[in-house]
């Protein structure tokens, strides 16, 4: 008969992982505190960064600037405009009859005769072909041996470079197409084949700008004629404008001395040698002679001009002749004021530009006597909407955030602030805070009481909805600002005697408070509980860690014993064959 042997084997590694499953049971549960609390700060620090803004509103809402603020409007700006300031008074202004002031303003009398400078080029120093009796080809490919360049020229394949930038040239290159490789090279140059000549040309006037040949392997610029063999040739310079050039080497050489002049009390010197017509411009420009002076290049003459209309220019003690050279009579020259009617009345000022009231206004075009334009000055009360409108969004959002953080994520999970009592409690206060009877000091300016309630002035809080969000009538609200913009005011702020916010006075001051017991920075509420957490997550770390290790130890020592039983039960399975083994013999 035949008996079979012992099958006894196992994966060791599958075993020992379902066994640490139930190892691990420690581990997974710290590692599950560790993320919800990280949660739970994550969670604190969107609501923090969420009140913070709504303290943001609320501090605008503590502003004098915000509920003072005034409003100039013009019936048409283009004649007169104007801006209020925090001061002005709260009127209207009838302007007519306008006159523009104009500056003090002199101009050279004739052209100054300045030459315009011109850019910098090198050319063949003559035709390329000079021996063959016909011109150059320039379509003629470099390898095609056609070219027809002069006897002992030729262009090989290399590289030269224009104004530091390389031009590679290969056999299949012609003259046209190299030339085109130059002008696309960014070396800031234009270069042409004409007459059987090449011209390499600078794109900008002025000695600044030049062309600079160098560096040729190819023989181009010597079978060009623009360099002599292989040597560099020397760099080309353009030529300034004689306003950028020293005022001895422009049309004003001669003219003008060493020296100094004297506009409006200030005094320039001059230096012929040293100095450019435009670097005395700059330095009356840079001045305090309140004069503006510029060169006109197209009717080629200077001008000097106040800077405030009104103003006048007073040129003296020319010991340079600049003025003279300009031809600029040395005298003063008188600006004009404006005049206009303001309310039936004449009034005259200096400028154009002027305040009256706190509010400043500036006549922009001249008016006849018969038309009219009107400024109104009132509250900026578009300005106090929209700062109490900010308040509501920045309020919904804040009470919207903290319901979704203390409730179900999109999977239906709660997430790690759920049922959190603190901001549960937080709700709470925000809420009560909207909807309660506010406390203010003082008394109205017309004697009756102060508004005491946020719906007074159209915030009201909608009870239907599950979210209970505030919303603003804005009718309600500028009726109660035109009624008495005070008295709103003092509804969101109150000071005391040291101007410091007042848990006693006004909305604003109350509930930015509270908020600062957990935005603030350092010892705020949310501050010190996530520092708190914080060291928590530590400590959860710490033990983490050694569970980590503890269970890398658990894990070897498994896969060692049941290694060593696997074993034994093989030695046990050959013990078992050797004896069927036998047995079968028989």
Do not use: C
């Not at 020229?153 to 590289?159: C, F, T």
């Not at 610029?221 to 001895?248: F, R, S």
């Not at 004003?252 to 001395?257: E, H, N, Q």
């Amino acid at each position: 008969m035949a008996i079979g042997g012992i099958q006894n084997t196992f994966d060791i590694q599958k075993y020992v992982a379902q066994l640490m499953e139930y190892e691990k049971r420690s581990l997974y549960a710290l590692q599950g505190r560790k993320t919800n609390m990280e949660g739970q700060i994550s969670g604190w620090d969107n609501i923090n960064a969420s009140l913070k803004k709504l303290q943001t509103t609320l501090d605008t809402l503590q502003k004098s600037s915000t509920f003072g603020s005034m409003l100039a409007t013009s019936s048409d700006s283009s004649f007169v405009s104007a801006v209020a300031g925090v001061n002005s008074a709260e009127t209207t202004y009838t302007f007519s009859n306008i006159t523009l002031s104009q500056a003090a303003s002199t101009t050279s009398i004739t052209a100054l005769g300045f030459l315009s400078g011109s850019a910098a080029s090198m050319t063949s120093s003559e035709e390329i072909n000079t021996t063959g009796g016909q011109d150059a080809d320039p379509n003629a490919t470099i390898s095609s041996g056609n070219m027809n360049l002069d006897a002992g020229k030729s262009i090989v394949a290399g590289s030269f470079y224009v104004n530091g930038k390389e031009i590679t040239v290969t056999e299949d290159d012609t003259i046209y197409t190299i030339l085109s490789k130059i002008n696309s090279s960014g070396a800031n140059v234009t270069a042409t084949f004409e007459n059987d000549t090449v011209s390499i040309s600078q794109n900008d006037t002025g000695i600044s700008y030049s062309v600079r040949l160098s560096g040729d392997t190819t023989g181009f610029l010597d079978a060009m004629k623009l360099a002599n063999g292989t040597e560099d040739p020397d760099p080309a310079y353009g030529v300034n404008h004689d306003y950028n050039q020293d005022i001895i080497d422009s049309a004003l050489s001669g003219s003008i001395v060493d020296g100094y002049f004297n506009i409006n009390g200030i005094t320039f010197t001059v230096d012929v040698d040293n100095d450019t017509l435009s670097e005395i411009v700059n330095r009356i420009n840079a001045s305090e002679s309140g004069v503006l002076a510029y060169y006109d290049s197209v009717d080629d003459k200077v001008t000097l001009t106040s800077i405030v209309d009104g103003q006048d220019i007073t040129l003296s003690n020319d010991t340079a002749g600049l003025f003279s050279a300009l031809n600029i009579s040395v005298q003063a020259y008188t600006g004009t004021d404006s005049t206009f009617d303001l309310n039936g009345q004449t009034m005259t000022r200096s400028s154009n530009t002027f305040e009256l009231n706190g509010t400043t206004f500036t006549l922009r075009s001249s008016l006849d006597a018969g038309d009219m334009v009107t400024i109104t000055v009132e509250k900026n009360a578009q300005k106090i909407e929209d700062a109490i409108q900010d308040f509501v969004d920045q309020y919904n959002e804040t009470t919207r955030l903290i319901k979704e953080e203390t409730g179900k994520d999109e999977t239906g999970i709660d997430k790690p602030l759920k049922g959190n009592r603190r901001l549960q409690s937080i709700q709470r206060r925000l809420r009560a805070m909207v909807t309660s009877i506010i406390s203010t000091d003082g008394e109205s300016t017309d004697g009756e009481s102060n508004l005491n309630h946020l719906s007074e002035v159209g915030v009201t809080l909608d009870y239907s909805g599950t979210d209970k969000t505030l919303s603003l009538d804005k009718t309600k609200l500028a009726a109660a600002i035109t009624d008495n913009v005070d008295d709103v005011f003092k509804l969101f702020f109150t000071t005391t005697e040291d101007y410091v916010r007042d848990d006693d006075g006004g909305f604003s001051g109350e509930m930015y408070n509270y908020i600062e017991n957990y935005t603030k920075r350092f010892s705020g509420f949310v501050t010190t509980h996530n520092d708190f957490i914080r060291g928590s997550i530590e400590r959860i770390d710490r033990r983490i860690e050694r569970e980590e290790e503890k269970m890398e130890r658990k894990e070897a020592q498994l896969i060692e014993e049941y290694t060593k039983l696997q074993d034994a039960i093989r030695k046990l399975d050959n013990l078992s064959y050797s004896a069927i083994s036998i047995m079968n013999q028989f």
